[in-house]
C-alpha cells in the first residue's frame, strides 16, 4: 500500500506540475495540451490507428533486439574472454558505438531501400552496439577462480562452458538485453523516420506535420510506458533467473 | 614412507630470456603418504607457484613435479584445491555446490548416493542447516567450510591448499584448523599447505619447509615432533614454544631479504 503510493507519487507530481504549466500562462496553452485533452486524445486514437501503431513499433523493436543481441552475446562473449581481441576490436566497438543511428539513416537507405528491412537495421545497429559493450565488461570480470576450481574438481572443457561459464554469463546477457531494448525504444523514431506508414515513431511525425501537438504527447507517453513495462517484465524475469545475486538485476 | 608429491630439482622462471625473473630455484623435496606439509616464507617468494605445479595449473621450467612417480600432466579430481578466495560457485546452494564435482563425467555419482555424500560432508563441516542456502548469506569461515566439504566429496587423495585461512579471522581461522585436524583424522590425505603464519604451520603439519626470498630455495626443513591427534593445547608446550621462535626467525630473516629485493627492484 505503501509502496505503491511511494511509486505513484513522482507519477502525479509530473501531472501536477503539466496542469501547472498549462494554466501558468507562461506559456501559450494552445502549445502544451492539458493532459485530459491528451488523455481523451489517446482514448480516441485507441480504437484508430494507436494499437496498430504500438504492434509495428512493438514488433520492430524486438526484432532489432532480438538479432543485436543474438550477435552481442557472442561477440561480447569472445571480446571479454579473450583480452588479446580484445585489445584491437575495443576501438573499432567505440567507434561505431559512437555514431549516431540517425546519421546512418541516409546511407541505411541508399543500401537497404525503405522498406522494414532497413528500419530493422538501424535498430540493430543500435541494440548490438548497445548490447556488446555490456556484455564484453561483464564477461571481462569473471573472476578465472571458478574456472580453476572446477578444473581441479575434475570438469573437462565442455563441462566448464555448460556448468561453469554459462551460468556466470547469464546476469550479463540479461543487462545487455535490458540497456539493447531501452535503446532500442529510444532510436525507434529515428527508425521510423524512413517512409514508416505505421508505428509510433510515424505516428509522432504524421502528427508534427500537422501540428497536433496532443498526438505528439500520445506518441511519446505510448513509448515511455511501452519500454518501461518490458523492463519490469525483463527484471521480474532476471529477480527469477538470479535469486543467488547479491544485487538484484 | 612411500613418496607422494616429488619436487626434483624444480626451477621455475618467467618472461622472455633478457628479462628473465627466477621464481623457483632448484628446489627439491618429497611429501610422503598421508603426510601433512606445510611450505612456508615470504609472501611473493613463489610458493604458490610450487602449489600450482602440483595442482597442474602450471609447469616447471626445469626439473620436475611427480605425482606417485608420473610428472604432473595437468589438474585433476584426485588432488583437491582449496583457495584463500573460497571460489565457492555463487549460483549453486550449499548443496549443489558439494554436488558438482560428483555430477561431472570424471566422478559422477546417482542421485541418491550425491545426496549421501552431501549430507555426510554438510555434517561433518557443520554446514546441515544450510543446505538450500545461497553462498552469499554464508560467513567467510563457512564458505571456506563449503569449498573443503566441496573439495573432499570428489574424494581426492591429496589435498592442496593455498593460504586457506588467510581471510579468516583469528577465532575462525583456529576453529577451522581444528575443525581441519578432525577432518583428516577420519579421512586422512596427503596435503600441501602454503602459508605464511608460523603457528598455523607447526599447529597442522608433521614437517615444515621454510623458503627463502625470490629465487626461493630451501632454506630449511623442520621435522615437528608432536604426533596426531593435537589439540590446542600443543600451543603452550615448551618445545612447540622454541621450534615456533626458530621458525620466526628463519621467516623473518627471509621476509627482510625479500623486503630489501623490492626496494632494489623499484629503484
Keep these: 500500500m505503501q509502496r505503491a503510493a511511494l511509486i505513484l507519487l513522482p507519477w502525479l507530481a509530473i501531472l501536477a506540475a503539466w496542469y501547472a504549466v498549462h494554466h501558468s500562462g507562461l506559456i501559450n496553452p494552445a502549445l502544451v495540451p492539458a493532459p485530459h485533452a491528451v488523455a481523451a486524445r489517446f482514448a480516441e ?61 541516409p546511407l541505411v537507405i541508399v543500401y537497404f531501400g525503405v522498406d522494414e ?24 570480470q569473471i573472476s578465472p577462480i571458478y574456472l580453476r576450481v572446477a578444473r581441479t574438481l575434475g570438469a573437462s572443457d565442455s563441462e566448464i562452458f555448460l556448468k561453469v561459464v554459462v551460468p556466470m554469463t547469464v546476469p550479463h546477457m540479461l543487462t545487455a538485453l535490458r540497456v539493447a531494448l531501452g535503446v532500442a525504444w529510444a532510436t525507434l523514431v529515428a527508425s521510423e523516420l524512413i517512409a514508416a506508414q505505421q508505428g509510433l515513431g510515424a505516428l509522432i511525425q504524421d502528427a508534427a506535420s500537422f501540428f497536433q501537438l496532443d498526438i505528439i504527447y500520445v506518441g511519446i507517453i ?28 | 614412507m612411500t613418496d607422494r608429491i616429488v619436487f626434483e630439482d624444480v626451477s621455475v622462471a618467467f618472461g622472455p630470456p633478457e628479462r628473465r625473473l627466477q621464481v623457483v630455484d632448484n628446489v627439491s623435496y618429497a611429501i610422503g603418504d598421508g603426510e601433512f606439509v606445510s611450505v612456508i616464507g615470504p609472501s611473493g617468494c613463489g610458493k604458490t607457484t610450487m602449489l600450482n605445479m602440483v595442482a597442474g595449473f602450471m609447469k616447471p621450467s626445469a626439473g620436475r613435479v611427480l605425482l606417485d612417480g608420473r610428472p604432473v600432466a595437468g ?49 561433518l563441516m557443520g554446514l546441515e542447516d544450510f543446505a538450500d542456502a545461497w553462498p552469499r548469506m554464508l560467513s567467510g569461515g563457512m564458505r571456506q567450510r563449503l569449498a573443503l566439504a566441496r573439495a573432499y566429496a570428489v574424494e581426492p587423495q591429496f589435498l592442496l591448499m593455498d593460504e586457506p585461512f588467510g581471510a579468516l ?20 590425505k ?78
Excluded at chain 1, 580484445?86 to 549516431?100: E, G, I, Q, Y
Aim: without cysteine; charged residues 20%; positive net charge.
Design chain 1, 45 to 105: 486514437l485507441g480504437t484508430g490507428r494507436l494499437p496498430l501503431d504500438v504492434l509495428m513499433s512493438t514488433r520492430r523493436v524486438l526484432t532489432g533486439v532480438a538479432l543485436g543481441i543474438a550477435l552481442a552475446v557472442p561477440v561480447g562473449f569472445l571480446l571479454g574472454w579473450y583480452r588479446q581481441v580484445r585489445t584491437f576490436v575495443d576501438p573499432l566497438v567505440n567507434f561505431f558505438r559512437a555514431l549516431p543511428p540517425i546519421a546512418l539513416i
Design chain 1, 117 to 140: 528491412l532497413a528500419k530493422t537495421v538501424i535498430l540493430f545497429y543500435a541494440a548490438f552496439f548497445a548490447g556488446v559493450i555490456v556484455m564484453y565488461e561483464g564477461i571481462a
Design chain 1, 222 to 249: 505510448s513509448i515511455g510506458f511501452i519500454a518501461l513495462a518490458m523492463d519490469l517484465v525483463l527484471r521480474a524475469i532476471a529477480r527469477r533467473l538470479l535469486v543467488w545475486q547479491e544485487r538484484l538485476a
Design chain 2, 75 to 123: 589438474p585433476g579430481p584426485d588432488r583437491g584445491v582449496i583457495f584463500q578466495e573460497y571460489g565457492v560457485f555463487p549460483w549453486l546452494t550449499v548443496r549443489q555446490n558439494i554436488e558438482f564435482g560428483l555430477k561431472l563425467r570424471a566422478n559422477r555419482r546417482d542421485a541418491a548416493r550425491r545426496a549421501e555424500i552431501s549430507d555426510r560432508y554438510m555434517r
Design chain 2, 169 to 188: 579471522d583469528a577465532q575462525t581461522r583456529s576453529a577451522m584448523q581444528n575443525l581441519l585436524l578432525e577432518v583428516l583424522r577420519t579421512e586422512g
Design chain 2, 190 to 267: 596427503t596435503v600441501m599447505l602454503i602459508t605464511h603464519s608460523v603457528e598455523e604451520a607447526l599447529y597442522l603439519s608433521a614437517r615444515v619447509v621454510v623458503m627463502t626470498a625470490r629465487p626461493t630455495r630451501i632454506r630449511e626443513i623442520v621435522e615437528v615432533p608432536f604426533g596426531y591427534p593435537r589439540a590446542e593445547a600443543l600451543h603452550e608446550q615448551p618445545e612447540f614454544g622454541r621450534l615456533r621462535s626458530h621458525l620466526r626467525d628463519l621467516v623473518m630473516q627471509e621476509y627482510a631479504a625479500q623486503a630489501r629485493q623490492r626496494f632494489a627492484v623499484t629503484d
